[in-house]
């Protein structure tokens, strides 16, 4: 019965079924082999990257739970802790944008809310290929229509984020999804099925023939065939997801439940497998019971549908009724389907036969491990040499090509369709070096970032690694946040390639070295292998999100001068590094270069005189200096605040023009400071080594730059406005 | 004074409407779950922000048969102060508490931004705490806000000086650009002709905190409270 088309219908091979069979002392049956084939999936069990994730520092004193658990939880004092998560939804959101988009977010929610938190914010990470392909506009027009559908309905903001551009996106757009929930400390639930005789109650959306096997169609690279794999995409409803929000924090809050799980990926198979491998318990279901959305479903497709906005409880007998009384409450069914066993096996029963009875430790824990082979990229040897580039012979005109290229223009198109302001916390506006939140009935706030550059990881991946996370760090430095704690969401091309594998390898190693210097754990993630389209990978693309506390909003800055004659100060040195940079990619067509190189111990120092300077109140603006570099910094500064405001720089370094103005040299921050303060911000600085200088000074309605007397920019900021807020919506309303 | 704020399954600025009452203006505040049928003593009910019943149908389609809303209607005929924001707005109008309908926005796109608003009638209820012409900044967040009315009752509106709240630039002017959802007459907020019930689409509980921008919103809490 089970031949090789079958099992690569399951994307299983030869060896793994064999030990599947031995695991299980038999032939699985077909419905067996379709649990496997999503447990042991590279989406569901990180077969190909668990062997290099262990080198992330996941411990550190304020860590309540790590990577395992359906999020990471880190204690933020006051009884309060905050639990987040970042995944990846690329390749529903490829097939079918506004679905995949808006299923992404509906997931990620459920994995926050599942342990006990009400989430607050969502930010999101995407990736998109040029605009000047039509395909390109639909897929990002669904995708943002999809995450706004979602988001805006349950009522959870989506305050931030970044949107990048680039050629490999081109069939392959990244969607990685953050959430973060706030949670009281004593009232967190785990995804534990303990108790024998237990009673699992199914609870949410009934079940459908929709999303069969999106988990293995994540685990494998697209070809030309892959739209028709648009039933793979499941249907969000996020109405149904607010009841279900509601009432699971409700039976939480009261304490009815003794564990939870949602059903996402892999649906009730991964959450009648995952809930008692964690408790060494088992669990038996009756699949007649569960609640059905068509007729005549096999207990293949029950078991592996991934139908939405459904979830998983374990409830102590006495407590059943009033669970159900309050799941009625919320127009939702709560129905007993099983119970929970002495173990080990999951055994599922249908129609009075059992048709399933294998060992959940089989199912969760014992899929093989692989360290494939890898082997460093032959492109490297040519892409990391640069030649330097012919000088800009109007660097003011290159500048509006720079600040209007999609990567870095303004995003307001996409993110006004977001509602960014629901559950009144959000203190900065989309478009800031973080999201800000506050906390309340408190004077804290919580800071959150998501940051990656696919072409810094492409050129050099170990640096690349690194500098996402110290970008990130630095992005909660310019408002003054501390942060506490890393998820990741790892993009990349298909494992199996050796090429891939290196990317992989050095970029957890970087991104390691960095979470080590900055001491801050990580808490789990996402891995997206299978980024590849017709032959061709993605760069490789992991994503930050970082979580910071502030310890007084009060003294919370944007990254926005005032019109009243501050003093520029430019934290840390240019070094006009151009590889890898914005301006080769938009002015020359580069992707070339080695990447900017990061020293982490002066970026630390950087970072903590922004934040010291800002908790003692010497400052009136910071912003990081990243993409685009210095000029495209200082031009932000001018257009992001409600008014426009210039700006007069004096540079004397020795550099090149364009190196200079648009180098993206690593651990620069840009200051404004009023005069009087300026002694005490500059002392501050020397104090901890950092190199600290007075730049230039705001007013006026230009921006200009001279170098060593020269010239370099002279535009009026409505200008630079103009360019940057003119550039998406023109690329969008191409049809 | 006290508040009762209108849940729904699927409203989302319950709890901000709740917040801003209870924390920010210290009044005397309850939530009102849509399945009952008790008041409980309000003198005053918000229909708050959100997607009841999901907003798949037409927005406020199928709230306005909640349980609750018999009470409310009744509440209103007696002359009961009730505030609908937003989705709460919507659904005033499927009650036919006030005249008209919304439709998409003109972009065919949801909105979340901030906008300037022009006090039109300054000696309502929710209003008398401002001045008529005050330029207001006040954040929206809907996808169906595009206020539409036939003409005739467009005139009556601006007769009975039912109008309240325009869409209107910094300055101001009631201009097309400021008027982002291309509602009729560039209306945001209209109150009934006794002048006891508002709707208005854009967000008071979103703006009544210096640290989110804008104070503004307090202005109709405000008045309420004070009348």
Redesign the interface.
């Known amino acids: 019965m089970i031949d090789p088309k079958l099992l690569s219908e399951h994307n299983l091979t030869l060896e793994e079924y064999e030990r599947i069979a031995a695991l299980i002392g038999r032939e699985p049956n077909l419905t067996e082999l379709g649990i496997f084939s999503l447990m042991w999936s590279e989406h569901c069990s990180y077969k190909s990257s668990k062997a290099f994730l262990k080198k992330l520092p996941t411990r550190g004193k304020s860590v309540i739970q790590g990577p395992g658990e359906n999020a990471g939880i880190i204690d933020i004092g006051a009884g309060l802790a905050v639990v987040f998560k970042i995944e990846s939804h690329n390749h529903p959101s490829f097939i079918e944008p506004f679905q995949g988009a808006a299923t992404g977010v509906g997931g990620i929610l459920r994995d926050i809310f599942t342990m006990g938190a009400r989430p607050i914010a969502l930010l999101d990470s995407l990736r998109f290929g040029p605009l000047q392909d039509a395909r390109n506009r639909t897929i990002l027009d669904g995708v943002v229509?999809g995450i706004?559908?979602y988001g805006?309905?349950?009522?959870v903001p989506t305050v931030g984020g970044e949107v990048c551009f680039g050629d490999g996106y081109s069939k392959n757009p990244l969607v990685n999804v953050f959430c973060l929930g706030l949670a009281e400390k004593e009232k967190i639930f785990y995804a534990k099925a303990e108790g024998i005789g237990n009673p699992v109650l199914y609870v949410g959306s009934k079940t459908g023939r929709d999303g069969i096997h999106g988990a293995t169609m994540a685990s494998a690279e697209f070809g030309k065939e892959t739209e028709q794999k648009r039933p793979n995409v499941q249907v969000g409803?996020?109405?149904?997801e607010?009841?279900l929000l509601e009432a699971c924090l409700e039976v939480m809050d009261k304490g009815l439940i003794v564990g939870i799980q949602d059903m996402g990926a892999a649906g009730l198979t991964c959450s009648t497998a995952e809930m008692p491998a964690k408790s060494g318990t088992g669990i038996s279901i009756n699949l007649d019971l569960v609640p059905q959305r068509e007729e005549g479903m096999t207990p293949y497709e029950i078991l592996l549908s991934e139908s939405q906005e459904r979830m998983l409880l374990v409830a102590r007998k006495e407590n059943v009724a009033e669970v159900q009384k309050i799941f009625a409450?919320?127009?939702l069914d709560a129905v007993n389907i099983g119970e929970v066993t002495a173990g080990p096996n999951l055994k599922v029963s249908f129609r009075g036969e059992t048709v399933v009875d294998v060992p959940v430790e089989a199912v969760v824990n014992l899929c093989p491990v692989y360290r494939r082979p890898s082997r460093k990229p032959g492109y490297l040897r040519t892409a990391q040499k640069l030649d330097p580039p012919p000088p800009a012979s109007d660097p003011g005109a290159a500048l509006l090509r720079v600040i209007a290229s999609p990567t870095i223009a303004d995003k307001e198109w996409i993110?006004?369709?977001?509602?960014?302001?629901?559950?009144?916390n959000?203190?900065l506006?989309p478009g800031a070096d973080a999201a800000v939140l506050?906390i309340?009935?408190q004077k804290r706030g919580l800071a959150m970032t998501l940051d990656g550059n696919g072409v810094y990881c492409y050129l050099d991946p170990r640096m690349g690694g690194a500098v996402a996370v110290a970008e990130a760090c630095r992005n909660l430095a310019c408002v003054g946040a501390r942060p506490l704690g890393v998820t990741n969401c790892l993009n990349f091309g298909n494992p199996e390639k050796p090429e891939v594998m290196w990317q992989f390898k050095k970029i957890i190693e970087g991104m390691a070295e960095a979470c080590r210097a900055f001491e801050i754990p990580v808490t789990g993630g996402n891995v997206s292998f299978y980024n590849d389209t017709e032959g061709l990978s993605i760069h490789p693309t992991p994503v930050l999100g970082i979580v910071g506390l502030i310890d007084d909003?009060d003294r919370l800055v944007g990254p926005a001068f005032r019109p009243e004659g501050d003093a520029i100060l430019l934290l840390g040195e240019n070094t006009g590094e151009l590889g890898g940079s914005e301006y080769l990619r938009t002015i020359h067509g580069l992707e070339r270069g080695l990447p900017p190189r990061i020293d982490l111990e002066r970026e630390k120092a950087v970072q903590d005189v922004c934040r010291e300077a800002i908790a003692d109140a010497l400052i009136m603006s910071a912003h990081d200096l990243a993409e685009g570099g210095l000029a495209v910094g200082a031009a932000e500064c001018c257009i992001l605040g409600r008014t426009s405001v210039g700006c007069t720089l004096d540079l004397a370094d020795d550099l090149p023009p364009d190196a200079l103005l648009f180098g993206e040299a690593q651990s620069r921050i840009l200051l404004s400071v009023s005069a009087g303060l300026l002694p005490r911000v500059l002392g501050l600085a020397s104090a901890k080594g950092v190199p600290a200088r007075v730049i230039g000074r705001t007013g006026g309605r230009d921006l200009v730059i001279r170098h060593k007397g020269q010239e370099l920019v002279r535009l009026s900021v409505d200008r630079l406005r103009a360019a940057w807020k003119g550039s998406l919506p023109g690329a969008l309303a191409v049809r | 004074m006290k508040f009762g704020v209108v849940v729904f399954?699927?409203s989302?600025?319950d709890?901000?409407t709740y917040?801003?009452l209870k924390?920010v203006l210290r009044q005397e505040t309850v939530l009102l779950w849509h399945?009952d049928h008790d008041l409980q003593g309000v003198d005053c009910v918000v229909l708050p922000?959100?997607?009841s019943?999901?907003?798949?149908l037409r927005a406020g389609a199928i709230a306005r048969f909640s349980p609750l809303m018999q009470e409310v209607r009744e509440f209103a005929a007696k002359g009961g102060r009730v505030l609908g924001i937003c989705n709460g707005f919507q659904v005033l109008l499927e009650l036919g508490l006030l005249p008209g309908a919304m439709l998409r926005n003109k972009n065919l796109?949801?909105?979340?931004?901030f906008v300037h608003l022009r006090v039109e009638n300054a000696g309502t209820l929710f209003t008398r705490r401002a001045r008529k012409g005050q330029v207001l900044r006040l954040?929206i967040?809907h996808?169906d806000g595009l206020y539409y009315a036939p003409l005739a009752t467009l005139q009556e509106l601006e007769e009975n000086r039912q109008v309240v709240l325009r869409y209107v630039d910094e300055k101001g002017e009631p201009t097309e650009e400021a008027n982002v959802n291309g509602s009729a007459s560039n209306i945001a907020g209209l109150v009934n002709e006794r002048g006891n019930v508002l709707g208005l689409m854009p967000?008071p509980?979103?703006a009544s905190?210096a640290?989110?921008?804008s104070e503004d919103g307090r202005l109709i809490f405000e008045s309420l409270i004070q009348s």
């Not at chain 1, 805006?152 to 009522?155: A, D, F, L, T």
């Not at chain 2, 019943?53 to 798949?56: P, V």
């Not at chain 2, 796109?109 to 931004?113: A, G, N, S, V």
């Open positions: 229509a706004s559908s805006n309905s349950i009522g409803d996020p109405f149904k607010k009841l409450k919320w127009d993110f006004r369709q977001y509602d960014h302001m629901v559950q009144t959000t203190v506006l506050r309340k009935g909003l | 399954p699927g989302n600025c709890y901000d917040y801003a924390e399945k922000g959100g997607f019943y999901g907003d798949y796109k949801f909105l979340c931004q954040p967040a996808f967000h509980e979103r905190e640290l989110l921008g």
